[in-house]
Nanobody
Framework: QVQLVESGGGLVQPGGSLRLSCVAS????????MGWYRQAPGKQRELVAA??????NYADSVKGRFTISRVNAKNTVYLQMNSLKPEDTAVYYC???????????WGQGTQVTVSS
């Protein structure tokens, strides 16, 4: 059973930055698709950023502010979040899919709160 553990969330003032990490219990070299999602209270979960071979996509609301990346040697996927806004407040989840594995895996979520 693959486990994903997110960290890096917290309380930050508007305009601040956070870097979220998602550490996988399996080698991520063969991860095909990776993504970060978020869910705010009373709202549906939405895709924030996704990376697949040759393609990286961001929600319009975070373009230019958020960056998704990976370090295979650390089995870790990151989400760098800059210029944070109160509307970025949500629980953030990572999602990974490996080549040849029919399942997609989710982390437990990490809370991000942007408030003064």
């Amino acid at each position: 059973q693959v486990q994903l553990v997110e960290s890096g969330g917290g309380l930050v003032q508007p305009g601040g930055s956070l870097r979220l990490s998602c550490v996988a219990s399996r080698n991520i070299f063969s991860v095909n698709v990776m993504g970060w999602y978020r869910q705010a209270p009373g709202k549906q979960r939405e895709l924030v950023a996704a990376m697949s071979p040759g393609s990286t996509n961001y929600a319009d609301s975070v373009k230019g502010r958020f960056t998704i990346s990976r370090v295979n040697a650390k089995n870790t996927v990151y989400l760098q979040m800059n210029s944070l806004k109160p509307e970025d407040t949500a629980v953030y989840y990572c999602n990974l899919n490996w080549n040849g594995d029919p399942y997609e895996y989710w982390g437990q979520g990490t809370q991000v709160t942007v408030s003064s």
